[in-house]
């Protein structure tokens, strides 16, 4: 949502229709409030939310904005060393493969199984950043209403982190290296077998990522279960 529509959507509330938010529709709102960097509209939902004999801010909505905060650090903890993780292996394994080239000799058995690994490792670390990288965006579309870069930009981090994994798992040949290397790596496996036989046309990246969001979302539930009202 842009700067002026959030302006003008909170301007059209009422003070009476401020309070009776709930505590998710007021999160929302927030999130995008503190993303505008508007002191204005932050000070009017928090002034707002409702306070009971204990005059506290509501506790519902504190508690959902402090989780949604620790999910958000822990997104950009997990994605910032899992892109940094997958650089170091990728630049190593090109390092290695431009040395290699240019040896006379054919490389021995033992050094073949070894590229072959930092290969293997090299995809299965894209599929680690592509599976939580969407994980979270669908975290933030579904749970939050919220998209991934704005929620991201809360965080001091965040802006750049989302901007270099964005960038790296936008590439076509090697989602679908990764996708080729799962597959073979969990054939015969029963967890392989409930993966494959989907009518869907998503591929196995897609369906990992669709597993970690349910995991994050399973979290999100269980402890919204536990705040009171």
């Known amino acids: 949502m842009s700067k002026r ?28 409030a503190w993303a505008n960097g508007n002191e204005q509209w932050t000070d009017s939902l928090v002034e707002t939310c409702p306070q009971y004999e204990y005059k506290a801010t509501d506790y519902a909505f504190t508690e959902r904005a402090r989780l949604v905060q620790q999910i958000l650090f822990q997104a950009v903890y997990e994605l910032h060393t899992t892109y940094l993780h997958y650089e170091l292996t990728r630049q190593k394994q090109r390092y290695t493969w431009l040395l290699d080239h240019e040896r006379e000799e ?90 494959t036989t989907n009518d869907d046309d998503s591929t196995i990246l897609d369906r990992m990522a669709k597993e970690r969001y349910e995991g994050l979302a399973l979290i999100w539930e269980e402890t919204l279960a536990e705040i009171p009202d």
């Open 5 to 32: 529509r959030l302006g003008n959507q909170i301007d059209r509330l009422s003070e009476a229709v401020l309070e009776d938010l709930e505590p998710d529709k007021r999160l929302r709102i927030m999130l995008e």
């Open 106 to 195: 054919d490389p021995s058995d033992e050094e073949l199984a070894r590229a072959s690994a930092r290969a293997h490792a090299e995809l299965e670390l894209f599929a680690a950043l592509y599976c939580s990288y969407h994980a979270y965006c669908r975290f933030g579309s579904e749970i939050l209403d919220v998209d991934l870069e704005m929620w991201l930009a809360l965080h001091p981090e965040g802006g750049m982190v989302f901007e270099m994994v964005a960038e790296t798992i936008d590439d076509q040949m090697s989602m679908e290296l990764a996708a080729s290397h799962l597959s073979d790596l969990l054939d015969g496996e029963d967890i392989a077998a409930e993966r």
